[in-house]
Every structure is written in C-alpha cells, then in structure tokens.
C-alpha cells in the first residue's frame, strides 16, 4: 500500500529570552505633544524602537494597559501606539516572549511626559523697530497646568551674547530704555521660560 508521512518541526527552547533593549526614545527621555503620532487620541502616542531574540512577540506596558510588536529576523523591533496618559513620570515595562512562550525579564524604562511653556512676545511687533522707553510685553503659559518656574528677558545686538533684561519679574512686561542705543537693524529680544522640567525659548528680531 501506500504510506505517508509528515513531519513536524518542534521548538524546544527552556530558556527566557533576553530581555529587550530598547534604544529609542532613551530612558528618562521627555516626551510632549509635539511628537505625538495620533493627536486624536488622549494622551501622546509614541513608537518606541529597539532590539530583542529574533522572532520573539515584544510587550511594552503601561499599568493595565499594553502593547505589542514583533522582532524581526535581524533582532530588531518597533512597538507603536505606546500611550502616555499621565502627565509627569511613567514607568513602562518591557518583555520579550519567545516561539516556545518563554517569557523575558522585564526591565523597567522610564519617560515624563511633559510640555513647555507657550512663549509669545506681543510688543514690540517683530520687525518694527523700537526708540527711547520701549514697553516689552509677553504672554507665557504652561499647557500643563504647570507653574513656571523662571522667566528671563534678554537682548543682544548682532551675534553679541544676549545681556538680561529681567528675570521672573512680576508683571508680564518691561519698560526697555533704548534711548542711548546705537541706531541698527539687528537687535533681538528674547524670552525665554521653564517649569522646571521642560524649557521654552523664544528669539524676535527688534
């Protein structure tokens, strides 16, 4: 008679993977909403990069919440979607599971989402130029709720370094006497601002 046969091929590994190395963003890394891949949706939305055991299923977790990707052949991996809700520190989980579901250790990676402060010089107007008590006038706001925690105005003329003219002054303006300044085109004023965890600089020219 005729006979047939298959054959099956079996994986027996009984060792943990390696855990993965994730190599972007870096650890301790601030990430806003500026990069944020799906602004539709709450939170910032990331993918983060890395390296793993070829083939293995790539687990990143957030509290309840995970979310997965595949190593490729070369060992290489890219889980996105990775949602950061809660403002400030968020401590993330990632593991590794193999073909035969063993199971990686799962180091601990670290991001703060975090925002700076929205800057805006409203006088003088950029370009328009300024003579004798000049009233500088800023709005600065942290989409965070966070308080900001220094605030510094300064100027320079050319490429000079930029001298202070304030900071954290109590009102957001400044009289700016310029009544003995040279007459020129190239004057800048700068704003600049953090709430400790993110800074914010603005340049206009004069």
Known sequence: GLFGRAEKIVVVDFGPPPPPVVTAPADLSIIGDAVDEDPNRAGVQITLYGK???????????????????????????VSGVTLQNHGLNELGVFAIDEAANKSEE????LTYNNPPFLKLARPRQDRGVNHRAIVQWEAADPDLDPIKELILSYRKGEGSFRVLAKNPKENKFVWDVSNFSEAADYQLKLEATDGVSPAALVNNV
Do not use: N
């Open 52 to 78: 793993a055991e070829a083939g293995s299923q790539v687990s990143v977790r957030i509290g309840e919440a995970q979310f997965k990707g595949l190593a490729s052949a070369k060992g290489e991996f890219s």
């Open 107 to 110: 180091p601990k990676f670290r």
